[in-house]
Every structure is written in C-alpha cells, then in structure tokens.
C-alpha cells in the first residue's frame, strides 16, 4: 500500500540550529516526491519537489530510494520557517497525492 | 496571476442536509482535485476531474460527488451530511494531467455539520 510517514508530530528547534524533518513512504512504483508547508492563516504550498533538485529558502531534500526516505533539511533555521510542513507523494496515474500526517516546525529565538 | 479560489470560505450545515462547495482553478489548468483535512485523519484524496471527466476517486462514500464545468471550474457535493464530514475541503488544480505537474492549493472551505 502506498504511504507516507512523518514520524514526529512536533518539532522545536532554537534559530540558527539545523533543522531535518524526517519523511519515509512506501511505494511500489517509481516515487515522486514533495514537501509542501503551510504557514499560519495561509494555504498549503509547495515547497520543493524531488525532481527539481532545488533548494527553496534553504531548504533541501534528497530521495534516497534504499531506505525510502525524503528528509527535510535546512542548515540554519530561522523564525519565519515555523509552520507546517508535509511530505506527499503522487500516485502515477491515479494523480492523487498521498500526504504524511504533517509536522509542525517551530523555531525558537 | 490569480490562485485557486474556493466558495464559501466557512458553511455551517445540519446532519442529512447538502453541502455544496465550489472551486475556481488557475487560469490555463485543467484539472481540479478535491481533497478532505478532517481533524486526526490528515489531507485525504477525494476526487479528480480533468476536462470535464471524473478521472479518480478517493475511498469515499457515494454521497460525495461532485462535477466539472466546461470552464474547468468544479462543484463538490456531499448528501446526506454527516457529523464526521466537518472538515476543512481543499481543492487544486494542475496545468494537465501528469503526476509531473505540481498540484497547486485553494484556501479551503470548512464545512461544520451540526
């Protein structure tokens, strides 16, 4: 079955602290990958997608297919990064996202 | 350019009644995507339509339903309400119908059943 796991529901982290927010699925089929965010009062967003191999605000994540993970990470965090964040994969085809159950990223002064 | 819009932003209903709930995409995109954030169950697939046709849906009831005008605009109707339908509903839209274009969010309507 396909799944998305966000492990930790909460994260805290002090400003200028690194930052990874952990993502594993379960796909059978080729995955493609995205972490979108929400911050507060705005709509959910797309942050960055595997395929793009960019980094958004600081941002990076890198597929690695043999522990079927796509973590989030930042090596400086910064206040405005507090929000939540999840991990969604897209089912071929069928075009649905399969969303994590989110985590929520606040960062400390 | 203009965002996804979604009508009305909050609709209060009373258990068996019917909720509608609309969804304009970005100009240019073809297909909508419905989606439900139920408090404790996460964003949830609902529903895709692309070019007017009913391409996907999620595990879900018949009661939701929902249709796409010829001008890519997309209703969402949920019959026979229940109290477990109180949710936030999102809808997307992408510019066609690959997995590689990015699905891109309204606002949400949040529907409370009473």
């Known amino acids: 079955a396909q799944r998305v796991t966000q492990p930790e529901k909460l994260l805290s982290v002090f400003k200028g602290a690194p930052v990874e927010l952990k993502c594993n699925y379960s796909?059978?089929?080729?995955?493609?990958l995205f972490w979108y965010v929400q911050y507060s009062r705005q709509r959910l967003q797309l942050l960055l997608r595997?395929?793009s191999r960019e980094s958004i605000k600081g941002f990076t994540a890198d597929l690695n297919k043999g522990e079927t993970s796509f973590h989030l990470k930042k090596p400086f965090a910064q206040e405005e990064d507090s929000a939540m964040y999840y991990c969604?994969?897209?089912?071929?085809?069928?075009?649905?996202?399969?969303f994590g159950q989110g985590t929520r990223l606040t960062i400390n002064p | 350019e203009a965002g996804v819009t979604q009508s009305p932003t909050h609709l209060i209903k009373t258990r068996g009644q019917q909720a509608t709930l609309r969804c304009s995409p970005i100009?240019?995109?073809?297909?909508v995507y419905w989606y439900q954030q139920a408090l404790g169950l996460g964003l949830q697939f609902l529903l895709w339509?692309?070019?007017?046709?009913?391409?996907n849906r999620g595990n879900f009831p018949p009661r939701f339903s929902g249709r796409q005008f010829p001008n890519y605009s997309s209703e969402l109707n949920v019959n026979a309400l229940e109290l477990e339908d109180s949710a936030l509903y999102l809808c997307?839209?992408?510019?066609?119908?690959?997995?590689?274009?990015?699905?891109?969010f309204g606002p949400g309507t949040r529907l409370l059943v009473l």
């Open positions: 997307a839209s992408s510019l066609r119908n690959r997995a590689q274009e990015t699905q891109y």
């Open positions: 796909y059978s089929g080729s995955p493609e």
């Open positions: 595997h395929i």
């Open positions: 969604a994969l897209i089912i071929q085809g069928a075009q649905k996202l399969v």
């Open positions: 100009s240019g995109h073809t297909s």
């Open positions: 339509y692309d070019e007017g046709e009913e391409r």
